[in-house]
């Protein structure tokens, strides 16, 4: 991380590794994503911690713990609105409220870290590629619902890496009542480029019971592999027809495999 328009406050003289309290006007995370309106309350007795909270592009509220480790600094980030959060990073523009934890932990090369994502109950509203996706796979149900209040997506848990230009999704899920969702691949956040691929399984109460007993990723038994390629203001949207005849247990025969971390 680096940090920008720095203002720190203090007690002239204050002992080395006594508190801090730090307001900063931006702090950059990566290309695309900086934390504004940053106040914290450090100490420095065993490397830098302590408390922060601030806004992610100046939009979305969230507050974390910052801890040193052997790698690098750890950060623990929450929000009451999971999907304002995306939404301001610029990550996934129509997902709506949903608490957040964020946890990102430096790899020890310099701007990257691995981090895990959980939202609960998050909400998907006038997302066109989603549209495009379930009118490509004949949902007309959740199409409906995606025009209206919006698809409650569930549980959505995420594990991915974050360098200062991309962020590298390792493995995505969401599981709500009505619908599954699996997603791989990279985003480039300054480019907003991404190729991403995944299964969406319709019905997923119904479908993941089996489906989880012979399904990797949480996908179903039974679903659509499909992928999502380009801007992603306005991705390419493909999938593949074949892949509802085959049992989760052999979707990756249509697939390609996961991101490879190598060099990142």
Avoid: K, W
């Amino acid at each position: 991380m680096t940090c920008a328009a720095r203002h720190r406050s203090g007690p002239p003289g204050q002992a080395s590794g006594g508190p801090i309290t730090a307001t900063l006007d931006r702090l950059q995370v990566s290309d695309g994503i900086a934390l504004t309106e940053l106040s914290a309350e450090l100490t420095a007795e065993a490397g830098l911690s302590g408390q922060f909270r601030g806004r992610v592009n100046g939009e979305a509220p969230v507050s974390g713990t910052l801890l040193s480790t052997p790698t690098g600094p750890a950060v623990r980030v929450r929000a009451d609105d999971g999907g304002a959060v995306l939404r301001a990073a610029g990550v996934f523009r129509t997902a709506h409220g949903g608490t957040m934890d964020l946890i990102l932990q430096a790899t020890g090369r310099d701007g990257s870290y691995d981090g895990t994502l959980s939202i609960d109950g998050p909400r998907l509203r006038d997302a066109p590629v989603m549209a495009e996706l379930l009118n490509l796979v004949s949902v007309v149900g959740l199409l409906e619902q995606l025009s209206g209040e919006g698809i409650n997506l569930g549980e959505v848990d995420a594990d991915f890496r974050l360098t200062r230009d991309q962020v590298i999704l390792r493995q995505g899920t969401a599981v709500g009542s009505s619908l599954g969702l699996s997603l791989d691949g990279t985003y480039g956040l300054a480019s907003r480029e991404l190729d991403m691929q995944g299964v969406v399984s319709p019905l997923y109460l119904v479908n993941g019971l089996v489906g989880a007993l012979f399904a990797q990723r949480r996908e179903g038994l039974f679903g659509f592999s499909y992928r999502l390629t380009g801007q992603a203001g306005n991705p390419q949207v493909a999938v593949n027809p074949l892949s509802i005849l085959t049992p989760g247990v052999f979707r990756d025969i249509f697939r390609r495999p996961p991101p490879d971390l190598a060099g990142n």
